[in-house]
């Protein structure tokens, strides 16, 4: 009996330590690779956007987010093949209508080619300004490695949020505008 009871307490006591040393690792990979200049982060300078094509946009609409300055821009990343991107086309009307386009520009970019989300757009109609990721040139300077993912640039061009568009709400976008603060 008295074996096998220190088998087990050394049993839970390598555990623990493995437990423990994977924690360790854990929080040092999370530091080490949370650098203030990931440019995902909120606090963030925003990078620039270059659109070359808009499927859906008001004629002459801004290319880069430069020209953008003094509004709030909501970036949707979405793609067609994605089942929670296809259900939150409602919901992205929704926030894109709650807020005139002078304080808030969403802008959709896709990560498909321009045929295949024409048709998605046929069936799934986006009333936010939509535009392509040729060569997924701004989904790399926004590090997205999923979609959907919205990220939210305040006037100044800094990073204000990070968030699947899905969580938010009209009201939480305007109490951002309004004050920066998110209710």
């Given amino acids: 009996q008295r074996r096998s009871d ?7 006591v390598l555990t623990r330590t493995r437990y423990a040393s994977l924690v360790v690792v854990l ?23 270059r659109i070359d094509r808009y499927l ?4 002459n609409a801004p290319r880069t987010l430069g020209e953008l300055r003094g509004r709030w821009v909501m970036l949707d ?6 089942p929670a991107c296809s259900g939150n086309v409602d919901h992205m009307n ?12 969403v802008i959709s970019i896709c990560a498909d080619g321009a045929s295949t989300a024409e048709r998605f ?7 936010t300004w939509v535009a392509l990721d040729d ?18 640039i305040d006037p100044e061009g800094t990073i204000s949020s990070v ?12 109490s951002l505008i309004d004050g920066g603060i998110v209710a």
Avoid: K
């Fill in 94 to 105: 929704q926030l894109a209508g709650s807020i005139p386009t002078e304080e808030l520009v």
């Fill in 56 to 59: 859906r946009a008001p004629e």
């Fill in 121 to 127: 757009l046929e069936r799934r109609p986006l009333r």
């Fill in 77 to 82: 990343f979405f793609a067609t093949w994605c």
């Fill in 6 to 12: 220190a088998v087990v307490h050394r049993v839970m």
């Fill in 27 to 49: 929080i040092w990979t999370s530091v080490t690779h949370a650098s203030p200049d990931d440019p995902i982060r909120a606090g963030a300078s925003a990078p620039e956007i």
């Fill in 135 to 152: 060569g997924g040139s701004t989904t790399a300077a926004y590090q997205i490695g999923g979609y959907p993912q919205a990220v939210l």
């Fill in 163 to 174: 968030v699947r568009p899905d969580r938010l709400e009209a009201g939480m976008l305007r």
